[in-house]
Protein backbone atom coordinates (compact mmCIF):
# COMPACT_ATOMS: atom_id res chain seq x y z
CA UNK A 1 0.00 0.00 0.00
CA UNK A 2 1.66 3.11 -0.83
CA UNK A 3 2.45 5.75 1.97
CA UNK A 4 0.20 8.69 2.65
CA UNK A 5 2.95 10.46 4.56
CA UNK A 6 4.88 10.22 1.54
CA UNK A 7 1.85 11.40 -0.36
CA UNK A 8 0.47 15.22 -2.01
CA UNK A 9 -0.58 17.47 -0.72
CA UNK A 10 -1.53 21.09 -1.96
CA UNK A 11 -2.24 24.03 0.70
CA UNK A 12 -3.45 27.11 -1.59
CA UNK A 13 -1.46 27.13 -4.39
CA UNK A 14 1.32 25.01 -2.74
CA UNK A 15 1.74 22.22 -3.85
CA UNK A 16 3.99 19.44 -1.37
CA UNK A 17 5.85 16.48 -2.53
CA UNK A 18 4.72 15.06 1.20
CA UNK A 19 3.36 15.82 4.75
CA UNK A 20 6.68 16.14 6.33
CA UNK A 21 7.01 19.70 7.33
CA UNK A 22 10.41 20.40 9.12
CA UNK A 23 8.67 22.82 12.33
CA UNK A 24 10.18 26.19 12.61
CA UNK A 25 13.20 26.22 15.38
CA UNK A 26 14.94 29.08 16.89
CA UNK A 27 18.72 29.13 16.26
CA UNK A 28 19.53 32.50 18.32
CA UNK A 29 22.45 33.48 15.65
CA UNK A 30 21.18 36.94 14.04
CA UNK A 31 22.89 40.16 14.33
CA UNK A 32 20.15 42.83 14.90
CA UNK A 33 17.52 40.37 13.29
CA UNK A 34 19.23 39.28 10.34
CA UNK A 35 20.08 35.77 9.16
CA UNK A 36 23.72 34.82 9.22
CA UNK A 37 26.40 32.24 7.33
CA UNK A 38 24.83 29.98 10.46
CA UNK A 39 21.51 30.12 8.58
CA UNK A 40 22.46 29.25 5.24
CA UNK A 41 24.25 26.43 6.75
CA UNK A 42 21.36 25.22 8.97
CA UNK A 43 18.50 25.73 6.54
CA UNK A 44 20.60 24.58 3.27
CA UNK A 45 20.68 21.24 5.09
CA UNK A 46 17.42 20.75 6.13
CA UNK A 47 16.04 22.16 2.22
CA UNK A 48 17.43 18.62 1.78
CA UNK A 49 15.94 16.69 4.65
CA UNK A 50 13.33 15.44 2.48
CA UNK A 51 10.94 17.26 3.96
CA UNK A 52 7.77 19.07 1.81
CA UNK A 53 8.39 22.00 3.71
CA UNK A 54 10.94 23.75 5.65
CA UNK A 55 9.37 26.93 7.92
CA UNK A 56 11.91 29.36 9.21
CA UNK A 57 12.78 29.72 12.80
CA UNK A 58 10.23 32.58 14.30
CA UNK A 59 10.69 35.51 12.57
CA UNK A 60 9.86 38.82 14.47
CA UNK A 61 8.48 41.55 13.19
CA UNK A 62 9.40 44.30 15.57
CA UNK A 63 13.05 44.62 17.15
CA UNK A 64 11.62 44.81 20.49
CA UNK A 65 9.35 41.80 19.60
CA UNK A 66 12.21 39.34 19.47
CA UNK A 67 12.71 36.64 22.33
CA UNK A 68 16.68 37.21 22.09
CA UNK A 69 19.46 39.33 21.01
CA UNK A 70 20.04 36.31 18.80
CA UNK A 71 17.11 36.03 17.14
CA UNK A 72 15.44 36.91 13.86
CA UNK A 73 13.56 39.76 12.78
CA UNK A 74 11.93 40.74 9.56
CA UNK A 75 11.54 44.62 10.28
CA UNK A 76 14.12 46.43 8.12
CA UNK A 77 15.63 46.59 4.63
CA UNK A 78 18.65 44.28 6.34
CA UNK A 79 17.02 41.68 7.49
CA UNK A 80 14.98 41.51 4.31
CA UNK A 81 18.20 41.21 2.50
CA UNK A 82 19.83 38.91 4.68
CA UNK A 83 16.70 36.56 4.58
CA UNK A 84 16.64 36.98 0.85
CA UNK A 85 20.14 35.77 0.21
CA UNK A 86 19.20 32.26 3.00
CA UNK A 87 16.56 31.60 1.31
CA UNK A 88 17.76 32.23 -2.84
CA UNK A 89 20.65 29.58 -1.83
CA UNK A 90 17.71 27.03 -0.68
CA UNK A 91 16.36 27.73 -3.56
CA UNK A 92 19.05 26.71 -5.57
CA UNK A 93 19.92 24.14 -2.99
CA UNK A 94 17.37 22.27 -2.17
CA UNK A 95 14.18 20.52 -2.51
CA UNK A 96 11.71 21.54 0.01
CA UNK A 97 9.60 24.27 -0.44
CA UNK A 98 9.98 26.99 1.98
CA UNK A 99 7.67 29.04 4.86
CA UNK A 100 8.44 31.26 7.23
CA UNK A 101 6.78 32.02 10.62
CA UNK A 102 5.95 35.34 11.88
CA UNK A 103 6.00 36.39 15.72
CA UNK A 104 6.39 38.76 18.37
CA UNK A 105 7.62 37.37 21.54
CA UNK A 106 5.57 39.80 23.86
CA UNK A 107 5.97 39.16 27.74
CA UNK A 108 8.76 36.31 27.03
CA UNK A 109 10.96 39.05 24.90
CA UNK A 110 14.42 40.04 26.18
CA UNK A 111 15.63 36.94 27.23
CA UNK A 112 18.81 35.18 27.00
CA UNK A 113 19.81 32.63 24.60
CA UNK A 114 19.29 29.04 26.26
CA UNK A 115 23.09 28.70 26.51
CA UNK A 116 23.34 31.86 28.68
CA UNK A 117 20.46 30.65 30.82
CA UNK A 118 17.56 31.34 28.88
CA UNK A 119 15.72 33.61 31.97
CA UNK A 120 15.08 37.37 31.61
CA UNK A 121 18.04 39.31 30.49
CA UNK A 122 20.06 40.75 33.14
CA UNK A 123 20.03 44.74 33.69
CA UNK A 124 24.31 44.72 31.73
CA UNK A 125 22.60 42.54 29.17
CA UNK A 126 20.96 45.46 27.54
CA UNK A 127 17.36 43.98 28.30
CA UNK A 128 14.25 46.47 27.05
CA UNK A 129 10.57 46.94 28.17
CA UNK A 130 8.24 44.24 27.23
CA UNK A 131 4.20 44.10 26.34
CA UNK A 132 1.37 42.25 26.91
CA UNK A 133 -1.83 42.11 27.00
CA UNK A 134 -1.73 42.54 30.88
CA UNK A 135 1.08 43.64 33.74
CA UNK A 136 1.40 40.37 34.13
CA UNK A 137 5.37 38.39 34.23
CA UNK A 138 5.77 35.02 32.66
CA UNK A 139 7.17 33.59 35.49
CA UNK A 140 9.07 34.33 39.19
CA UNK A 141 12.07 36.67 38.51
CA UNK A 142 10.89 37.85 34.79
CA UNK A 143 10.08 41.17 33.56
CA UNK A 144 6.87 42.83 34.06
CA UNK A 145 5.62 43.92 30.95
CA UNK A 146 3.40 46.90 30.12
CA UNK A 147 -0.60 46.24 29.30
CA UNK A 148 -0.73 47.63 25.53
CA UNK A 149 -3.00 50.29 24.61
CA UNK A 150 -4.46 51.21 21.90
CA UNK A 151 -1.36 52.52 19.72
CA UNK A 152 0.52 49.06 20.67
CA UNK A 153 -2.32 46.95 19.23
CA UNK A 154 -2.43 49.57 15.92
CA UNK A 155 1.48 49.04 15.94
CA UNK A 156 1.89 45.78 16.35
CA UNK A 157 -1.00 44.80 13.92
CA UNK A 158 0.62 46.93 10.98
CA UNK A 159 4.33 45.75 11.79
CA UNK A 160 2.82 41.91 10.94
CA UNK A 161 1.34 42.96 7.87
CA UNK A 162 4.79 44.43 6.63
CA UNK A 163 6.40 41.80 7.55
CA UNK A 164 3.97 39.36 5.91
CA UNK A 165 5.05 41.88 2.81
CA UNK A 166 8.41 41.86 3.37
CA UNK A 167 7.95 37.61 3.55
CA UNK A 168 6.16 37.74 0.05
CA UNK A 169 8.73 39.67 -1.81
CA UNK A 170 11.42 37.60 -0.65
CA UNK A 171 8.83 34.86 -2.11
CA UNK A 172 8.20 32.16 0.42
CA UNK A 173 5.90 29.63 -0.04
CA UNK A 174 4.26 29.38 3.21
CA UNK A 175 3.70 32.17 5.60
CA UNK A 176 2.87 30.91 9.30
CA UNK A 177 1.95 33.04 12.39
CA UNK A 178 3.02 32.48 15.72
CA UNK A 179 -0.31 32.22 17.80
CA UNK A 180 0.98 29.36 20.32
CA UNK A 181 3.55 29.14 22.94
CA UNK A 182 2.57 31.96 25.08
CA UNK A 183 4.18 34.94 22.43
CA UNK A 184 1.98 37.75 22.07
CA UNK A 185 -0.83 36.33 20.35
CA UNK A 186 -1.39 33.15 22.50
CA UNK A 187 -0.89 35.12 25.71
CA UNK A 188 -3.93 37.32 24.64
CA UNK A 189 -6.09 33.79 24.06
CA UNK A 190 -5.31 33.00 27.14
CA UNK A 191 -6.92 33.65 30.39
CA UNK A 192 -3.74 33.14 32.28
CA UNK A 193 -2.03 35.87 30.86
CA UNK A 194 -4.57 38.20 29.80
CA UNK A 195 -7.06 39.83 32.31
CA UNK A 196 -7.81 42.83 30.53
CA UNK A 197 -11.46 44.30 31.53
CA UNK A 198 -12.02 45.88 27.75
CA UNK A 199 -13.31 44.46 24.48
CA UNK A 200 -9.73 42.68 24.77
CA UNK A 201 -10.37 41.10 27.60
CA UNK A 202 -13.00 38.27 29.83
CA UNK A 203 -14.86 35.91 27.01
CA UNK A 204 -12.64 33.63 24.64
CA UNK A 205 -14.05 35.73 21.76
CA UNK A 206 -13.40 38.91 23.28
CA UNK A 207 -9.41 37.24 24.40
CA UNK A 208 -9.36 36.00 20.74
CA UNK A 209 -9.89 39.68 19.36
CA UNK A 210 -6.44 41.12 19.11
CA UNK A 211 -5.12 37.64 17.18
CA UNK A 212 -7.96 37.65 15.17
CA UNK A 213 -7.20 41.65 13.88
CA UNK A 214 -3.89 40.68 13.08
CA UNK A 215 -4.65 37.15 11.06
CA UNK A 216 -7.08 39.37 9.19
CA UNK A 217 -5.10 42.25 8.39
CA UNK A 218 -1.93 39.64 7.36
CA UNK A 219 -4.63 37.72 4.79
CA UNK A 220 -5.26 40.95 2.95
CA UNK A 221 -1.73 41.22 1.75
CA UNK A 222 -0.65 37.69 1.41
CA UNK A 223 -1.14 36.50 -1.99
CA UNK A 224 -3.48 33.82 -2.66
CA UNK A 225 -0.53 31.97 -4.41
CA UNK A 226 1.31 31.93 -0.83
CA UNK A 227 -0.23 29.39 1.82
CA UNK A 228 -1.28 30.59 4.76
CA UNK A 229 -1.43 29.44 8.56
CA UNK A 230 -1.11 29.85 12.02
CA UNK A 231 0.60 28.07 14.91
CA UNK A 232 -2.15 27.50 18.06
CA UNK A 233 -2.09 25.95 20.97
CA UNK A 234 -4.39 22.58 21.55
CA UNK A 235 -4.21 23.35 25.87
CA UNK A 236 -2.41 25.35 27.91
CA UNK A 237 -1.99 22.67 30.62
CA UNK A 238 -3.10 24.23 33.26
CA UNK A 239 -6.75 24.04 35.08
CA UNK A 240 -9.12 26.59 34.14
CA UNK A 241 -6.72 27.95 31.28
CA UNK A 242 -7.32 26.85 27.18
CA UNK A 243 -8.63 23.50 26.32
CA UNK A 244 -8.83 21.22 22.69
CA UNK A 245 -12.19 23.30 22.66
CA UNK A 246 -10.78 26.71 22.48
CA UNK A 247 -8.68 25.34 20.30
CA UNK A 248 -11.29 23.95 17.76
CA UNK A 249 -12.99 27.70 18.38
CA UNK A 250 -9.71 29.34 17.15
CA UNK A 251 -9.75 26.96 14.12
CA UNK A 252 -12.69 27.87 13.13
CA UNK A 253 -12.13 31.57 13.58
CA UNK A 254 -9.12 31.64 11.15
CA UNK A 255 -10.45 29.30 8.35
CA UNK A 256 -13.35 32.16 8.58
CA UNK A 257 -10.65 34.15 8.02
CA UNK A 258 -9.14 32.79 5.05
CA UNK A 259 -6.22 30.87 6.53
CA UNK A 260 -5.25 27.33 4.66
CA UNK A 261 -4.30 25.74 7.48
CA UNK A 262 -3.16 25.51 11.56
CA UNK A 263 -0.68 23.49 13.16
CA UNK A 264 -1.18 22.27 16.63
CA UNK A 265 1.14 22.78 19.49
CA UNK A 266 0.71 23.52 23.31
CA UNK A 267 1.84 24.89 26.33
CA UNK A 268 4.55 27.64 26.80
CA UNK A 269 2.11 30.51 28.31
CA UNK A 270 3.29 30.01 31.83
CA UNK A 271 6.64 29.48 33.67
CA UNK A 272 4.46 26.91 35.94
CA UNK A 273 2.90 24.89 32.68
CA UNK A 274 4.38 21.47 32.22
CA UNK A 275 3.81 19.31 28.96
CA UNK A 276 2.68 15.75 29.04
CA UNK A 277 5.39 13.46 28.10
CA UNK A 278 3.92 10.53 26.19
CA UNK A 279 4.83 10.28 22.50
CA UNK A 280 2.47 12.44 19.76
CA UNK A 281 0.27 14.32 22.77
CA UNK A 282 -0.84 17.03 20.77
CA UNK A 283 -2.20 14.45 17.97
CA UNK A 284 -5.74 13.82 19.70
CA UNK A 285 -6.03 17.79 19.82
CA UNK A 286 -5.32 18.09 15.95
CA UNK A 287 -8.03 15.43 15.32
CA UNK A 288 -10.42 17.28 16.74
CA UNK A 289 -9.02 20.27 15.09
CA UNK A 290 -9.19 18.98 12.03
CA UNK A 291 -13.02 18.27 12.16
CA UNK A 292 -13.44 21.65 11.18
CA UNK A 293 -12.89 21.57 7.92
CA UNK A 294 -9.29 22.93 7.78
CA UNK A 295 -5.64 21.29 6.90
CA UNK A 296 -4.32 20.63 10.22
CA UNK A 297 -0.92 19.89 11.39
CA UNK A 298 0.53 18.35 14.28
CA UNK A 299 3.88 18.19 16.68
CA UNK A 300 5.33 16.97 19.25
CA UNK A 301 7.45 13.78 20.39
CA UNK A 302 6.94 12.22 17.08
CA UNK A 303 10.24 10.64 16.16
CA UNK A 304 9.44 7.23 13.95
CA UNK A 305 8.54 7.00 10.72
CA UNK A 306 5.44 4.27 11.37
CA UNK A 307 3.94 6.91 14.31
CA UNK A 308 3.98 9.16 11.57
CA UNK A 309 2.39 6.95 8.85
CA UNK A 310 -0.50 6.40 11.28
CA UNK A 311 -1.29 9.92 12.48
CA UNK A 312 -1.77 10.70 8.39
CA UNK A 313 -2.91 7.44 7.15
CA UNK A 314 -5.53 7.44 9.95
CA UNK A 315 -7.14 11.02 9.36
CA UNK A 316 -5.86 12.10 12.81
CA UNK A 317 -3.85 15.17 10.70
CA UNK A 318 -3.17 15.99 7.35
CA UNK A 319 0.67 16.84 8.32
CA UNK A 320 3.14 15.80 10.74
CA UNK A 321 6.13 18.17 11.70
CA UNK A 322 9.53 17.45 13.31
CA UNK A 323 12.02 19.34 15.10
CA UNK A 324 14.93 17.54 17.15
CA UNK A 325 14.49 14.42 15.30
CA UNK A 326 15.66 15.92 12.47
CA UNK A 327 18.53 18.11 14.09
CA UNK A 328 19.60 14.44 15.53
CA UNK A 329 19.42 12.95 11.77
CA UNK A 330 19.46 15.48 9.30
CA UNK A 331 18.17 12.86 6.42
CA UNK A 332 14.95 11.53 8.71
CA UNK A 333 12.63 11.94 5.25
CA UNK A 334 15.13 10.31 3.37
CA UNK A 335 15.17 7.49 5.64
CA UNK A 336 11.21 7.28 6.36
CA UNK A 337 10.98 7.21 2.74
CA UNK A 338 13.30 3.91 2.82
CA UNK A 339 11.27 2.31 5.71
CA UNK A 340 8.12 3.57 4.16
CA UNK A 341 8.96 1.93 0.91
CA UNK A 342 8.59 5.79 -0.65
CA UNK A 343 11.38 8.08 -2.16
CA UNK A 344 12.23 11.60 -2.34
CA UNK A 345 13.71 13.97 -4.17
CA UNK A 346 17.67 14.88 -3.28
CA UNK A 347 19.96 17.10 -5.28
CA UNK A 348 21.92 15.90 -8.27
CA UNK A 349 25.27 15.43 -5.86
CA UNK A 350 23.15 13.05 -3.67
CA UNK A 351 21.70 10.79 -6.05
CA UNK A 352 23.66 8.49 -5.38
CA UNK A 353 22.69 7.65 -1.94
CA UNK A 354 19.03 6.63 -3.64
CA UNK A 355 16.94 3.44 -3.03
CA UNK A 356 18.44 1.66 -5.51
CA UNK A 357 22.11 1.14 -3.41
CA UNK A 358 19.82 0.26 -0.45
CA UNK A 359 17.80 -3.26 -1.03
CA UNK A 360 15.69 -3.82 1.95
CA UNK A 361 16.99 -1.48 4.04
CA UNK A 362 14.81 -0.26 6.54
CA UNK A 363 14.84 2.63 9.89
CA UNK A 364 14.15 2.16 13.60
CA UNK A 365 10.54 1.57 13.83
Not at 326 to 331: F, G, K, Q, T
Request: glycine letters at 10%.
Amino acid sequence: MPSTLFSPITLAGVALDNRIVISPMCQYSALDGCATDWHIAHLGMLANSGAGLVIVEATHVERHGRITHGCMGLYSDENEAALKRVIDFCRRAGTAKLGIQLAHAGRKASSQRPWEGGGPLKPHEDPWETIAPSALPFGPGWHTPRAMTADDMTRVREAFVAAAKRAARIGFDVIELHMAHGYLAHSFMSPVSNQRTDEYGGTLENRMRFPREVAEAVRQVVPRTVALGARITGSDWIDGALTPADAVFCAKMLKAAGFDYVDISSGGVSADARNPTAPGYNVPIAEQVRATGIATRTVGLIVSPKQAEAIVADGKADMVAFARAVLDDPHWGWHAARALGADVKRPNQYLRSGPALWPGAALRE
